[in-house]
Structure formats: structure tokens, C-alpha cells
């Protein structure tokens, strides 16, 4: 019965996570209370952006908040995803890392069962900023289908980016450190992509930097699926850039995380 | 099977880049025995168990648990052991019963099984009505003990313990230490570090005391305190300006017919004789006629205490260990 025992210690796992994630008052101020405000002070500080003539023509809308509740996900996402390596840490100094290590289990089951209530939190998150943003009368061009792919690319891109968290996590062993790199990489990453402005509107530089910047590949599927419509090729590019990032991130936590439970 | 439940031969840990954290030690633990492992802090106690329970890698040597090869098949010995390490490890956002069905989860239970063994464990460690407030709500004796449940829950054939009474109140302590006998009476083997040395006394069939690293004394504690064999005097001498107070003791006490051993300790001198009380005015009267004035002494029959001061020079100080900080900001690096 090794599938069955596989998928009771990733559940257990992956339950611990959830229930903590919950219970802790930082979930709800990420996933409520700061989109709000973001909500709040880049649409009201910036809805004149939506009335530029070039705005609608580029984006396919007069309204910024359309046009933003995307960087709104994304900024959630990438926030939500910075905070994984945490979790690592705290269990690394309280010793819970020890009691996991004792168990029976594969070792690549602790890992895979955080990762897996990363992008569970994540997948809650996305469901609270949608929800406000339709309150606030943003419509998803796309309907359902459009919904989905909002979905998997919020999950899949945040798992990809949690990677990075937990590698700096695992390599520095220091909440702090952790913290702070998160931040400093977070907002230079987000307004230096195609997220909160057209790409035309962008400064010559930003324009050179939001192009290997992989932040921007995601935004332009988001804003694509709420605005205009499909497109398969962006969101194609959308899955291919979530994957080589994910490829990376993954692949170096993986190799961090085995040195840490080695021993 | 073998006797002998845990074999460990010439066991070497090094860290990088060179600190010999153990170096070569042997020693066996008897299937059915609670085995103590003393010794001061930074010894080799906790790197001991963290080899013994798969935690750590050894550098060198031969250790077998219940007959299997530790390098071999650590996980067949994950399966047959528990661990209470001496952080806690218990998860602070979850309540005493989600931490245990956690556990049950790790060694792959079913539901039903897992039901009935938290009931159990709480009952056993008397947290049935603390069961379903987070744990983080516990004080210090409450989290040993749900991370002792915790321990408890694969029915381990060996527990490991690392210091599972430190900074407990007396009412704590002796109920960890009842739970513990009776488990050993119902057929586990025990393996402990503790710091109280009169616990260690009352509760384990053999003793080891580890110091720098290597194994200084074994044997059960009646056989280690006959070792000594001798009363024990502790004496203090008063700092006299630069004068070497201690040298000038020894030689006066060296003249005092009746002594066994004089000893260098930590913060004096330790006199071996077969009858002290008869002995103590003359070592008075010995120091008295060398102008030295005594700041302490203290008069024993044989304790574990003095066979751990015999053996490392050092007396047993129990250091309370504090709680660990939550906060997320506390940055602090574990050292392993």
C-alpha cells in the first residue's frame, strides 16, 4: 500500500499547512485587507491613466481598475508566494523540521505537501480578489473558461515563484533575511512589468527590462483573459515562462531541501 | 534476536570543518532497559541521539538499531522508534489532538486506528481537556507532554528522550517520569539525557557519562557510586590576592592521614575518604594551620552527582532551557 501511505503523509502535510495558514491573522491581511487597498489607492490615485487616448486602444479599456485588478493578483500571488519560505524556517528553529525527519516518510513529502498549500493559498487568495473585483463591477471577458485559466495560471506561477522563497529560506536558515529579500524583490519586479501599465506607456528602459522580466508574460495573459478575450498565444507564453521558472526555483529548492534534511 | 537492542562502535562525529563531536565511542543498550546518558552540555548527548535516530549522518563507526544497519536502512529504524526531542517539536497554530492525528497521518494509520490511539495518548499524558486549544496556549509541562504523546504514537520498541523533564516544575517532572516507567515496564526500551542526576539514579537499569566527546564512565548506578567507593568532601578555598590558594590546599591536605584521592573540580577540591565525617575537623584544622580560610564545604555519601564530578572534573548544573521564540522576526540560527 505504498500510493495509499505516499498520499496520507502528503495530506497530513499539506493539512498542517492550511490549518496554520488559517489560523494565522498576517492570511487574512494579505489576502483581504491589502488588495483592498490596493484596490483603493492605485484606482482612485490613477483612474485618470484609463481616460489617456492610447490607454484604451492598447489595453481595450477606458477603466484602469479593469486594467489593474490583474496586477492586484499578481501582486497577491507573488506576496503570498514570498511568505512559503517562512513556514521552513520556523520549523527549521523550533525543531518541528526534526519530528517530520523522524518519520516514516519520503522525504520529498514534507516538501511536496507545503508546496501543494502554497498553491492552495494561493487559490484562495485569487477566489477573494476576484470576488472584490467584481463587487467593484470588473467583468472577465472570458466568462468561466477565462476563470479557470485565471486560476491555473495564479496557482501554477505562484508554486513556481514559492520556489525562490524557499530556497532563500532554506539557505540562509533566517526568517529576516527571508523576509527582506522577499520584499525587495517583490515591488521592483511588479512595477517593472507590463502589470500596472501598458507596455507602450512604459519608459524606453522599463520597456527593455518588463521583457525579461517573467512577471509580464503572466500580467499580459491575465489582462488579455479579463479584457479582451482569448488569446492562445500569450497564454501560451503565459504557461511556458511559469514553467522554465518553475523548472528553476523547484529544481534549486529541491537540491536545498535535500542538503537540509540530510543531515 | 540479539539482546541487545541498540549496538554503537566507535562512533565518530565530526562537524565541519573539525569539531569532533563525538569521538569513538561504544556502548549497547540491553532490548527492555531505560539506558541514561549523562553528561554536561556540549558533550555529544544531543549529536548521540540525532545519529541514533537518523537524524544525522556519522562520520565513522558501526551503529545498529534493533539489528539493522543505521547507513543501510534508516528507514525501517524510523518505523520502530520515537523521538522526544528537546525543543519540542510540537506545532504551536494546532491543537493537541491535530498534532497527534498529524503523527497518525506521518506513520500512514487509518482513520479509525488513529481515532482510538489519540484518545488514548491524550488520557495517558492527561490532556484530554486541554485536547482542542492550541497548543500554543500550553505552558512548559503540557507541551513536553503532548510532544512525549507525540512520540508515543507508532507503539515505538525504543524511545529516545533528550533532556525530557529540563525546565520542568517538580509536579511535571515526576509525572514524565511515571509515564516513562510504566512504558518501559510494558516492554520499551528507554534511551535519556537528563541533567538531574538523582532522577537518573531512581529511574535508569544503566548509566553512560560522556564528556569532550568520549564515554568516561559506564555501568548501572550502584556500580558506578561503588566505584567511588569513598565519602566525598567538596571544599571551597577563599581567593587570596594572586596567592594559588588550590596548590597550597592540596599540599596542606596531602599531609592528612585517611585520604583517598584528592581531586580538582570546578570551583575547588574533592577529598575521597572512607570515613569523612571522622575527617573533616583534621582537614579543617590542615587548611586552618595553612592560613586558608574554607568558603564552602560540603560532606556526601557517593551520589551520581559525585560520580559525574569525579569523572568530569565539573559539576551538574541543570540549565534551564528557554522557550523558543515565535516571533517571526527573531531571525535566530538553530545550531545543529
Redesign the interface.
Given at each position: 500500500?505504498a500510493t495509499?501511505?505516499f498520499f496520507?503523509?502528503v495530506?497530513?502535510?499539506f493539512?498542517?499547512w492550511i490549518?496554520?495558514t488559517l489560523?494565522?491573522p498576517m492570511f487574512l491581511f494579505f489576502s483581504l485587507i491589502q488588495p483592498i487597498v490596493w484596490f483603493v489607492l492605485f484606482t482612485q490615485a490613477f483612474s485618470s491613466i484609463g481616460s489617456i487616448p492610447q490607454f484604451a486602444l492598447l489595453t481595450g479599456t477606458d477603466s484602469y481598475l479593469t486594467f489593474f485588478s490583474g496586477a492586484v493578483i499578481i501582486q497577491t500571488v507573488i506576496a503570498s508566494a514570498m511568505q512559503s519560505g517562512?513556514g521552513f524556517v520556523?520549523d527549521?528553529?523550533?525543531?518541528?523540521?526534526?519530528?517530520?525527519?523522524?518519520?516514516?516518510?519520503r522525504r520529498s513529502s514534507i516538501l511536496l505537501g507545503k508546496l501543494l498549500s502554497d498553491g492552495f493559498r494561493i487559490f484562495l487568495q485569487t477566489i477573494i480578489i476576484l470576488l472584490l473585483a467584481v463587487a467593484l463591477g470588473v467583468g472577465v471577458a472570458t466568462g468561466f473558461g477565462g476563470v479557470f485559466f485565471l486560476f491555473a495560471i495564479a496557482v501554477a506561477f505562484g508554486i513556481a515563484w514559492s520556489g525562490i522563497s524557499t530556497f532563500i529560506a532554506l539557505v540562509t536558515?533566517?526568517?529576516?533575511?527571508t523576509?527582506m529579500i522577499s520584499i525587495l524583490t517583490t515591488f521592483p519586479l511588479l512595477f517593472l512589468s507590463t502589470a500596472v501599465m501598458p507596455k507602450a506607456l512604459l519608459p524606453d528602459w522599463v520597456q527593455t527590462v518588463s521583457i525579461y522580466n517573467p512577471i509580464s508574460y503572466i500580467a499580459d495573459a491575465l489582462h488579455k483573459l479579463i479584457i479582451t478575450g482569448w488569446d492562445w498565444s500569450v497564454l501560451g507564453a503565459a504557461f511556458l515562462v511559469t514553467l522554465v521558472v518553475g523548472a528553476i526555483t523547484l529544481s534549486a529548492t529541491t537540491a536545498m531541501f535535500r542538503r537540509a534534511v540530510?543531515? | 534476536m540479539a539482546d541487545n537492542i541498540i549496538e554503537v562502535r566507535d562512533l565518530v562525529k565530526i562537524y565541519e570543518p573539525d569539531v569532533k563531536a563525538v569521538n569513538r565511542i561504544s556502548f549497547h543498550l540491553k532490548r527492555g532497559e531505560v539506558f541514561g546518558f549523562l553528561g554536561p552540555n556540549g558533550a555529544g548527548k544531543s549529536t548521540t541521539i540525532?545519529v541514533l535516530?537518523?537524524?544525522?549522518?556519522k562520520t565513522s563507526g558501526n551503529v545498529k538499531v534493533d539489528g539493522i544497519d543505521i547507513d543501510e536502512d534508516p528507514?525501517s529504524i524510523?518505523?520502530i522508534?520515537g523521538?522526544a526531542?528537546?525543543?519540542?517539536?510540537?506545532?504551536?497554530?494546532?491543537t493537541a489532538r491535530?498534532n497527534l492525528?498529524?503523527?497518525c497521518?506521518?506513520?500512514?494509520f487509518h482513520k479509525a486506528e488513529a481515532d482510538k490511539r489519540i484518545v488514548e495518548l491524550l488520557k495517558t499524558v492527561d490532556l484530554e481537556e486541554a485536547a482542542d486549544r492550541?497548543a500554543a496556549t500550553y505552558s512548559g509541562g503540557m507541551r513536553k507532554r503532548l510532544d512525549l504523546a507525540?512520540a508515543l504514537i507508532?507503539r515505538p520498541k525504543i524511545l529516545f528522550l533528550d533532556e525530557p523533564t529540563t525546565g520542568l516544575d517538580p509536579q511535571n517532572r515526576q509525572a514524565i517520569w511515571e509515564y516513562i516507567r510504566t512504558l518501559n515496564e510494558r516492554g520499551t526500551t528507554i534511551f535519556l539525557t537528563t541533567q538531574y542526576m538523582e532522577e537518573a539514579d531512581r529511574i535508569a537499569d544503566r548509566l553512560c557519562i560522556i564528556d569532550h566527546g568520549k564515554i568516561v564512565a559506564q555501568g548501572t548506578p550502584a556500580s558506578l557510586k561503588a566505584e567511588i567507593g569513598a565519602d566525598v568532601v567538596q571544599l571551597s578555598i577563599r581567593e587570596n590576592g594572586g596567592v594559588d590558594t588550590r596548590a597550597l590546599a592540596k599540599a596542606a591536605l596531602s599531609k592528612v592521614p585517611g585520604i583517598q584521592e584528592i581531586q580538582d573540580i570546578e570551583g575547588g577540591l574533592a577529598v575521597y575518604s572512607q570515613n569523612a565525617p571522622a575527617l573533616v575537623p583534621q582537614l579543617v584544622l590542615a587548611l586552618n594551620d595553612a592560613k586558608l580560610e574554607i568558603s564552602q564545604l560540603t560532606l556526601s555519601h557517593p551520589s551520581l552527582d559525585d560520580v559525574f564530578v569525579k569523572y568530569t572534573g565539573r559539576k551538574m548544573r541543570v540549565e534551564e532551557v528557554k522557550p523558543?521564540s515565535?516571533s517571526?522576526?527573531?531571525?535566530?540560527?538553530?545550531p545543529m
Open positions: 500500500m495509499r501511505d496520507v503523509e495530506a497530513g502535510i493539512g498542517r490549518r496554520k489560523r494565522r517562512m520556523q527549521l528553529e523550533s525543531g518541528f523540521l526534526d519530528k517530520l525527519k523522524v518519520a516514516p516518510i536558515r533566517n526568517s529576516e533575511a523576509l540530510a543531515g | 540525532k535516530t537518523t537524524l544525522l549522518r528507514a524510523r518505523k522508534i523521538y526531542s528537546q525543543e519540542v517539536g510540537i506545532d504551536d497554530d494546532l491535530e492525528r498529524l503523527q497521518m506521518l506513520h500512514h492550541r507525540m507508532p523558543i515565535r517571526p522576526f527573531s531571525g535566530r540560527r538553530r
